[in-house]
């Protein structure tokens, strides 16, 4: 009797041993890195061992993941305004950040000295940043978004985790990168919405 049961339990273990690396052989190197991999390693059905040995191995994120907002800016290659920002400096992102992390300075015009369309500066502080994504939530002109990056620690966090402008723009590019689904619905969006203006002018004339 009590054999058997010792036996029954060595079989148990067995098993969990084996099924331990039934996925990794499956997916091989590349169970963490592509989105179906990550579906099936992160779902109801996963089996083995799911530790990963960061930081040699790296989670794939999903698209909707949030992280330090990021300012979207024209790829260098844009035929009309390379480099240009998104943001207007309109200060909506600021106003409904929870924790009042998010600093603008708008550029004034050097000769009239009218607000420009435009920020001169731009400072997020990522200690305080909870990540809520707020500003990319309530921007209307999609100039602000959530970005994948997670590893930022470093020693010095009294300059280094004050992010400026430099720091904070990364191209359409970079977005379509990290969010493609999401990037495209905007797109198909702003063209709807450019569409709808160009009837509307045609019927007032």
Not at 55 to 70: G, H, L, Q, S
């Amino acid at each position: 009797m009590y054999g058997f049961g010792i036996l029954k339990g060595l079989g148990v273990t067995l098993r969990h041993l084996v099924n331990s690396y039934v996925d990794d052989i499956k997916w091989g190197v590349s169970r963490y890195e592509t989105t179906e991999a990550f579906e099936a390693r992160q779902g109801p059905n996963a089996r083995g061992v799911v530790t990963i040995q960061y930081p040699e191995e790296k989670m794939a994120v999903p698209e909707r993941f949030r992280f330090i907002p990021f300012l979207v800016i024209n790829d260098a290659d844009h035929p009309e305004a390379p480099g240009d920002d998104w943001c207007t400096s309109c200060g909506i992102c600021a106003k409904v950040c929870p924790p009042q992390c998010i600093w603008i300075e708008r550029t004034n015009d050097p000769e009239t000295g009218r607000p420009v369309p435009q920020p001169k500066n731009f400072y997020i502080d990522i200690d305080i940043c909870m990540n809520c994504g707020y500003c990319a939530e309530f921007c209307p002109f999609d100039a602000i978004k959530m970005d994948h990056d997670y590893e930022l620690a470093s020693y010095d966090r009294t300059t280094r985790h004050v992010f400026d402008k430099d720091v904070l723009s990364k191209p359409v590019s970079y977005w379509q990168e990290i969010a493609p689904t999401r990037a495209e619905e905007e797109r198909l969006g702003r063209e709807a919405k450019e569409a709808a203006k160009g009837k509307k002018k045609k019927r007032k004339k």
